[in-house]
């Protein structure tokens, strides 16, 4: 007897041929993303800025289609190949549901051109062919049956001699037991404020962005380096502009907003930057800026000397560099206030639920720059520009200075240390670059 693949088998003849497990259907793996065909065709599948999945781009569909007619065409030929290797006898042997169309596999093949009714034991002449066709249904009692039988035949082969004395197992020396797999942590030299943000959100995608460097789905990461100051927007519906670049749109605005007399700049600086801008968005977005200008927080600033816009800031901390800009401050006699513009979209959610969830490190980091640069007071001041009335305030003393600075160190100890654990939620999934990939993200 002779084990052979189809294709040593080409130009070999034998007395009895077995092709076997020929109910095995062979899928086609789906992750090609370009196919070429000898004749020219291609099609391939890009990137959807708007989703982030792959989509079929020309005539993918098409191409793939006659592609898979191709290759079950070349498996119909080495079947047929395999099959006419006999002379005198051939057993096709496969599984196969009845109850199921399952053409795509060699005994569904030859089930189908012999075209029967109903599947039973018995010959089957088709002109001068004559076949027989052998079926075993499994049944829920064959195995008792079968037991049954084994028990009852005497002439079983054995092994060993059921007399003889079982030898006794050697001595083995004992393993030691395996030391834990320590998984290397990277150790971060510096941290934007908007990184504390991601990690406060979601330890697991802090590490797959600001780590692995992976890159958001949505484009968040701006190639410019400006993103440590852009806020993403969830839910935002999918319009000419990104969500990263609304918000970005609206801090530029609001840059150019001076802060002793309050008043929304012309929107032309938006189409300068963004000349995609839509006019749903455009509105949105002097809403934003228009939410600032009248507020009572823009009335305040304005009475304070010396305020500023856009102040960068740096301090080194358990021998790490923060570093970031503030959106607005003021520094005097000792009392310091910080303000910074959110665009987020609320929906349902409060300003104050928000920033307790997902901004406290950001908010203390703050608070450790002013007091490193002098201030004995300082008041954070958050305003989410959709609802510009329901500021979101927090008062830190510099009797406040060691918890705070302990925060921080407990928070970079966290990073430090590797410990990044999934924090799943609609905002923090949204555009994750781990999502589905290796997270299970709101599913878990």
Known sequence: MRLLTIHAAKGLEFKVVVVADAGRDRPRPSGEEIICLPDGRFGFKVLDPATGRR?????????????????EAERLRLYYVAMTRAIDRLIVAGSIDPQRQEAGTPIGWVLERLELDELEDGDVVREAARLRICIDRYAADADASRETVAESV????TLFDPGEPVAAAPDVPELPPLPPIEVPAERVGRLSYSALALYERCPYRFYAERIAGLRPVDGSVRENGAADRID????????GLAATE?????????ELVDLSAPAPPSLDQVLAWYPAATADELARIAGLVDGYCG????????????????????????????????????????????????????????????VEAEYQLQRLVYAIACFRAGADE???????????????????????????????????????????????????CA???????VCAGPRL
């Open 55 to 71: 989509r079929a781009a020309f005539a993918y569909d098409e191409v793939r289609s006659a592609e898979d007619r191709a290759e």
């Open 154 to 157: 005497p002439t079983q082969l």
């Open 232 to 239: 993403p927007v969830p839910n935002a519906v999918s319009t």
């Open 246 to 254: 609304v918000g970005d749109a609206v801090h530029r605005l609001l």
């Open 295 to 354: 507020s009572s927080l823009a009335a305040r600033v304005a009475a304070l000397p010396g305020a500023g816009s856009e102040r960068p800031f740096a301090f080194e901390h358990d021998g790490v560099l923060f570093h970031g800009v503030l959106d607005v401050l003021q520094l005097e006699e000792g009392r310091a206030l910080v303000a910074d513009f959110k665009s987020n979209l609320l929906g349902e959610l409060a300003p104050a639920d928000i």
């Open 378 to 428: 300082v008041e954070v001041v958050y305003q989410f520009l959709e609802r510009p009335d329901e500021l979101v305030s927090a008062l830190f003393r510099r009797d406040d200075l060691h918890a705070l600075e302990a925060e921080l160190s407990q928070a970079i100890a966290r990073i430090q240390a590797g410990d990044f654990p999934p924090r799943p939620s609609e905002l923090a």
């Open 431 to 437: 555009g994750c670059p781990a999502l589905d990939v």
